[in-house]
């Protein structure tokens, strides 16, 4: 328990200096020279670079263990940070983004495979990914305003380096503070092959059906166009602080739901498919412009996801039957990475075409009827008989 408890420590600590740039980064792009559309491709340039770390993390992590890479992640996105602050064009900007996408890529997949690791079965499972979630929401509830703040006291220079040290003072510590699972014990051979064997067929029976990971690469697609498009809102970049406020009404509601522990008794499918449909229909409401405070939307948006992350998580462990951790996190992560490229880039070429938030959904209501409520059958090949002669 005190390993799960230092590494929600670390979690706290990297996700809030990383969401503390969320509300001062479109700022700081267009106070060096960005357009709008150039803002939406750095957006999605930091999560298509995303692609090959979450691809190598996926086989790394199972074969190497999480700390390392949760070490490396957190220490080279904080040198990168750092140089963030001596930027002055924005395709140097661009640049920076790209091989911190790459360099953050490793930490969803280690964290998250390392907490399921720490899990002695699903319930408990399940309660360190609603865990993960709060910490998650807890840091991002503070750190938009925080990150303002800074930007408003001291700059933006030293606020990214104040952050990029923050990052790299964390990763070093995480390298005493955060272990390893202990191996399990050395099989004997006739051990070993029966377990190959079961392992064989669970893996058959327990296959995560692809059009699962539909739904979070809609719901990061979503989230893609809605962190484009708040920075634009009305006088948003004339008043960073507002634009900090905004992101924290968003944690605000999903720190509400993520607190509402008996939530987690309700089957993982029903939560996901609930709340996704909430929330798709939140973005038509965004996109028809309804009478209803913008800070009371993205409350409620917040909701959803405070619905939603948990139960997505859980509900890929059930799929997987407990097998390769490392793996199917590796793949959602890579979900993950193509909405979240998909969501900016469209929104900065189509807004003034179409609604982005209609966009977001589509996208959302069309994954949602395709969400796999159960492993689909298969039927297993029928043994030869032996005849007697």
Not at 339 to 362: C, D, K, M
Request: hydrophobic share 55%; charged share 5%; aromatic share 12%.
């Amino acid at each position: 328990m005190r390993s799960v408890l230092w590494l929600y420590l670390f979690l706290f600590v990297a996700f809030f200096d990383l969401h503390a740039q969320y509300p001062i980064l479109t700022p700081f792009a267009i106070s060096i020279g960005a357009a709008p559309s150039f803002i939406g491709l750095m957006m999605g340039i930091y999560s298509f670079t995303h692609l090959p770390g979450n691809i190598m993390a996926g086989y790394g992590v199972d074969r190497f263990g999480s700390r390392i890479f949760i070490v490396t992640s957190l220490m080279g996105a904080g040198v990168i940070m750092i140089l963030q602050s001596y930027v002055t064009n924005p395709w140097q900007l661009l640049a920076l983004r790209s091989v911190s996408g790459f360099v953050l890529a490793f930490l969803s997949p280690a964290c998250l495979a390392l907490l399921a690791r720490y899990a002695r079965d699903q319930v408990h499972q399940s309660k360190l990914m609603a865990g993960n979630g709060l910490i998650h929401t807890l840091a991002s509830v503070v750190s938009p305003a925080v990150g303002a703040y800074l930007v408003a006291k001291v700059g933006f220079a030293m606020a990214f380096q104040a952050l990029g040290w923050g990052l790299v003072v964390i990763g070093a510590l995480a390298i005493y503070m955060i272990p390893e699972p202990a191996p399990v014990a050395q099989a004997t051979p006739a051990e070993s092959a029966a377990a190959a064997d079961k392992s064989a067929e669970a893996a058959l029976a327990t296959s995560v059906p692809w059009r699962f990971y539909l739904l979070p690469l809609a719901i990061a697609c979503s989230q893609g166009i809605l962190f484009f498009e708040l920075p634009l809102v009305g006088d948003a970049l004339q008043s960073i602080m507002k634009t900090g406020m905004l992101f924290s009404a968003i944690s605000l509601g999903a720190l509400l739901t993520l607190s509402l522990l008996f939530l987690n008794h309700y089957p993982a499918y029903f939560r996901t498919w609930s709340g996704a449909f909430v929330l798709s229909l939140l973005f038509f409401c965004l996109a028809i412009q309804w009478p209803v405070p913008l800070l009371v939307t993205l409350f409620m948006i917040g909701m959803t996801k405070g619905i939603i992350l948990p139960a997505l998580s859980a509900h890929l462990l059930q799929l997987s039957g407990g097998q390769r951790y490392g793996r199917i996190f590796s793949i959602l992560s890579i979900a993950f990475s193509i909405g979240s490229f998909l969501g900016p880039v469209i929104a900065g070429q189509l807004r003034t075409v179409i609604s982005p938030y209609f966009i977001a959904f589509l996208v959302l209501m069309s994954a949602i009827t395709l969400l796999p409520a159960r492993v689909p059958f298969q039927p297993q090949p029928l043994k030869p008989s032996h005849r007697s002669t």
